[in-house]
């Protein structure tokens, strides 16, 4: 997913990607129900990470639910991390009418999506990939988002989907003090410019930039324009 942003930074620091549980070549063994119940079992995993490579002053580049990841880690250990990247964050996807939160989702539409995805992951996969990806005069792209789902293992999908789109990470944000940088693209329907406005009003120190990209994946999309951006605030 990184193919066409990392390389630009591979002169200036060191690289390190990683394939979460359950996706591309990771050991799906390493999976367990109760570790991955929340989203602060893969914010250990990225700390594990950290520390079995000893990072120091790590700028953490994290798109979509990983963007939350990287926040939970940083506030975990924030002396590990000198900056956070955040692409498409979303503390929660589920509006809130008594707090006046909107999230994007309505309950009914996320109980809808997510007995798409149980009752058939691959079917979920082709339709929704090319809706996340936005751009449809660019199908190859919502191709190559299709492929990416379909090499992580269904079950560890249907229930990594429940973990994300039902989390609320939103007094997480207060918590977080390393500095970041909030990349929203326009025309995003899984973290609409309303949600990347929430974020920065409620994340201390950061720094919002609006993309001109569309869609959710900046990073396939639009990767020049995200390597400018990261590079420029960096």
């Given at each position: ?23 591309g070549k990771s050991d799906l063994s390493a ?42 880690a940083a506030i975990e250990e924030p002396e ?155």
């Open positions: 997913m990184w193919r066409l942003v990392a390389p630009a930074f591979a002169d200036t620091h060191r690289l390190v990607l990683f394939d979460h549980v359950g996706s999976y367990h129900d109760e570790r991955y119940a929340t989203l602060g079992g893969y914010a250990a995993d990225l700390l594990e990470i950290v520390h079995e490579h000893d990072l120091r002053d790590v700028v953490f580049v994290g798109h979509s639910v990983s963007a939350m990841i990287g926040v939970l590990r991390f000198a900056r956070l990247v955040l692409i498409g964050p979303s503390p929660r996807y589920l509006n809130e009418p008594a707090d006046n939160y909107v999230g994007g989702f309505d309950r009914s539409d996320l109980d809808s999506l997510l007995d798409a995805l149980d009752s058939n992951y691959l079917g979920w996969s082709s339709q929704m990939a090319p809706v996340i990806m936005g751009n449809p005069d660019r199908p190859e792209l919502g191709a190559e988002l299709t492929n990416s789902f379909c090499r992580t293992d269904p079950e560890i999908a249907r229930k990594f989907a429940r973990v994300t789109f039902l989390a609320d990470n939103r007094d997480d944000l207060l918590e977080l003090r390393t500095p970041a940088l909030i990349l929203q693209c326009t025309d995003d329907v899984i973290a609409p410019t309303v949600v990347g406005d929430y974020v920065h009003k409620h994340t201390a120190g950061s720094t919002l930039v609006h993309l001109n990209a569309t869609g959710h994946c900046p990073n396939l999309s639009a990767p020049d324009e995200t390597v400018e951006a990261i590079k420029a605030w960096l």
